[in-house]
């Protein structure tokens, strides 16, 4: 069974600094990787998705890296902005069609 | 595209009453699924469509849960009779799939139901 893990839980940092947000998953063979934002009381917002053929993507200050051999991807966020602060959750697809989610890494952005 | 449309973005009923969800997937998406949130147990997929054919009801979690997708633009989940413990938000996304690569997974802005 495909477990995801997203550690730290929460994370809080000035702004300017660089965001890394750490995603593991228990099962290699995987179809893709997604990164999504949610904001208090709204849905998920796609910001990347990574095949399981390639290793990294980039959207202006995101890139999202995916090691598939060891069971991890990072997101990056250069230059935190407060309006950054929101959830962030990671998904794998596998067999089945099945998105499995982690729990989630907090972010606070501080002015 | 207006997105992934949910209705009613906030529900609160009393336990026994029965509850209907909607959602409309953007259109060409051939994959529709429902999710529910909690604090507790984070993203539950609960069952998902494709080509209007529920594929994967594995995570419904009890009979008094169903699902239809009549066409590919709508799909309903029910909650028969509702308690308490339901209360969650639940979600709807949808995606394709062409030339065998799966797209990325689009959702709506959830239902928010309270069980009192």
């Known amino acids: 069974k495909q477990e995801v893990t997203q550690i730290p839980a929460a994370l809080s940092v000035p702004e300017g600094e660089n965001l890394v947000l750490n995603c593991s998953f228990t099962?290699?063979?995987?179809?893709?990787l997604q990164w999504f934002r949610q904001d208090p009381g709204k849905g998920l917002t796609s910001l990347l998705l990574?095949?399981?053929?390639?290793r990294e993507q980039t959207s202006g200050r995101l890139n999202a890296s995916l090691d598939k051999s060891s069971g991890r991807s990072t997101l990056y966020i250069a230059a935190s902005q407060p309006g950054d602060s929101a959830t962030y959750l990671c998904?794998?697809?596998?067999?089945?069609?099945?998105?499995?989610f982690g729990g989630g890494t907090r972010v606070l952005v501080k002015p | 595209d207006a997105g992934v449309i949910q209705s009613p973005r906030h529900e609160v009923t009393e336990m026994g009453q029965e509850v209907t969800l909607r959602c409309k997937p953007i259109?060409?998406?051939?994959?529709l699924f429902w999710y529910r949130q909690t604090m507790m147990r984070g993203l539950e997929l609960l069952i998902y469509?494709?080509?209007?054919?529920?594929?994967?009801d594995s995570g419904m979690p009890e009979d008094r849960f169903s699902a239809k997708m009549p066409n590919a633009s709508f799909s309903t989940l029910k909650i028969q009779p509702s308690e308490p413990r339901d209360s969650a938000v639940y979600f709807c996304?949808?995606?394709?799939?062409?030339?065998?690569?799966?797209?990325?997974?689009?959702f709506g802005e959830g239902s928010r139901l309270t069980v009192l």
């Open positions: 996304a949808s995606t394709f799939r062409a030339s065998g690569v799966t797209g990325e997974l689009f």
């Open positions: 099962d290699s063979a995987i179809y893709n």
């Open positions: 990574i095949q399981s053929s390639q």
């Open positions: 998904a794998v697809k596998a067999a089945g069609n099945k998105l499995t």
């Open positions: 259109s060409g998406h051939d994959y």
């Open positions: 469509f494709n080509n209007n054919v529920p594929i994967d």
